[in-house]
């Protein structure tokens, strides 16, 4: 077997949970290996896109993931200065290094930046978690997907819905192979670690307002879990503004709300004025971004999560947790309910979030794992790659 050098990048958190199994399938690789042949050498690239210790630093430590190689600390921006500066730096790195492939996952900018990079210095491009289609084009994640999936050399998708997205667009076939979702080798690597947190703890340790540290907080069993952080829906006052009305006037009445609050949200929070009304409601606690344990553990023992969030979607529909998705489309339909998933689309709309919230609060969901999704995603990625990477003769 011929040896492989491959870059993979990371850019924003979602992207951690994906490439932490990646690289430990690389570690076990090499291990087995007998002697140096079929080595991979692998460098770890972060586009720095997110910075904070809570958004990067402290998923590579909960997640065994070694610092990266590169960091081209393009920082925060608009969307093309974000994906501007990451090509420029990333084009040294990759004519610096060489590598036989570069694997990007998922949808952010780093993804699409990256793949474009690549494929204009004829490296070939593998994307993990391909095919996904919201059709929303004013998503920037949706052009980051369809322009890496039309440029990438082998498309690793994560359900048969998305080979066939791929196959409708007229993605050769032999470019096309379904592993499932690698997200899901984390959760299931992890799970265990996540129950047996203490909630009260970690409510206590997270919350924004840290003034008296020995106050404690209690959730009773029955408790609401949200997370929103899409421009579509935290940027326009015009939307924010009634949902935070709706979650102080009827969701707190009833339950207690955790809610983890995303730095772009807690911007626009601030900047509409809202941050004090919902800081003052005594049932609603807000938290800083939460570790990948923490937030899992809050996930598992929520009644409903309501989010935004495509990955939240996907470990609701295995966990068994009632997900209101407040978005109006998916690129995710095998979380749906209708697919035997556990999430429901109620975009912004008022009467459609409450409406979804009392039928799920009264309904029972079961677990549900689509075919593949079994936690041993990672292997199947690089198995695909080095079979990609053989000569043909
Ligand atoms: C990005 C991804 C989105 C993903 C999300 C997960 C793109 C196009 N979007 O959106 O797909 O779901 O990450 O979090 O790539 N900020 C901080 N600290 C940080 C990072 C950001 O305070 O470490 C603040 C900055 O004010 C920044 C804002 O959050 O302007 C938004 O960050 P950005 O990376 O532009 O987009 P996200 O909304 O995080």
């Given at each position: 077997m011929q040896n492989c050098k491959i870059i993979s990048v990371v850019g924003a958190r979602p992207n951690f949970m994906k490439i932490a199994?990646?690289?430990?399938?690389?570690?076990?690789?090499?291990?087995?290996?007998?002697?140096?042949?079929?080595?991979?050498?692998h460098l770890l690239v972060h586009t720095g896109q997110h910075y904070d210790v809570r958004m990067s630093e402290s998923f590579f430590t909960a997640l065994g993931i070694p610092a990266p190689d590169i960091n081209l600390e393009v920082g925060s921006g608009s969307h093309a200065e974000q994906v501007g500066h990451t090509m420029i730096a990333f084009e040294k790195v990759l004519k610096e290094h060489n590598p036989d492939w570069v694997v990007v996952v998922g949808d952010v900018n780093a993804t699409l930046a990256c793949s474009v990079t690549a494929k204009k210095e004829c490296i070939?491009?593998?994307?993990i978690e391909a095919g996904l289609r919201s059709g929303d084009l004013s998503m920037p994640e949706e052009i980051n997907r369809l322009v890496t999936d039309r440029l990438s050399d082998l498309l690793l998708t994560p359900d048969l819905i998305s080979s066939e997205n791929l196959r409708k667009?007229?993605?050769p076939e032999e470019k096309i192979r379904f592993v499932g979702n690698i997200m899901i080798d984390t959760l299931e690597a992890n799970r265990e670690k996540a129950a047996s947190l203490d909630l009260g703890q970690i409510l206590c340790n997270n919350r924004f307002d840290q003034s008296d540290p020995s106050a404690s907080i209690s959730v009773d069993k029955d408790y609401i879990a949200m997370t929103i952080h899409r421009p579509s829906n935290v940027d326009k006052q015009e939307v924010l503004e009634p949902l935070v009305d709706f979650l102080?006037?009827?969701v707190s009445k009833e339950f207690k709300l955790v809610w983890t609050v995303h730095p772009r949200t807690m911007k626009q929070l601030k900047s509409f004025g809202l941050w004090k009304k919902i800081e003052q409601n005594s049932n609603i606690v807000l938290l800083q971004p939460l570790g990948y344990h923490e937030m899992l553990k809050i996930?598992?023992?929520?009644?409903?999560m309501m989010t935004d969030s495509g990955g939240l979607q996907e470990e609701c529909c295995v966990?068994?947790?009632p997900c209101l998705t407040m978005r109006w489309n998916t690129e995710r339909p095998v979380t749906l309910m209708e697919h035997g998933g556990a999430s429901i689309l109620v975009g912004n709309d008022i009467a459609l979030i409450r409406n979804a919230y009392h039928t799920a609060i009264s309904q029972k969901t079961q677990p549900s794992r689509p075919e593949l999704w079994?936690?041993?995603?990672?292997?199947?990625?690089?198995?695909?790659?080095l079979k990609a990477n053989a000569p043909t003769h």
């Open positions: 199994p990646f690289i430990k399938a690389i570690d076990k690789h090499n291990a087995v290996l007998q002697s140096g042949a079929g080595k991979v050498e070939k491009v593998c994307h667009e007229g993605v102080i006037r009827e996930t598992m023992g929520a009644s409903i966990l068994g947790i079994d936690g041993h995603t990672a292997e199947r990625c690089l198995a695909e790659i």
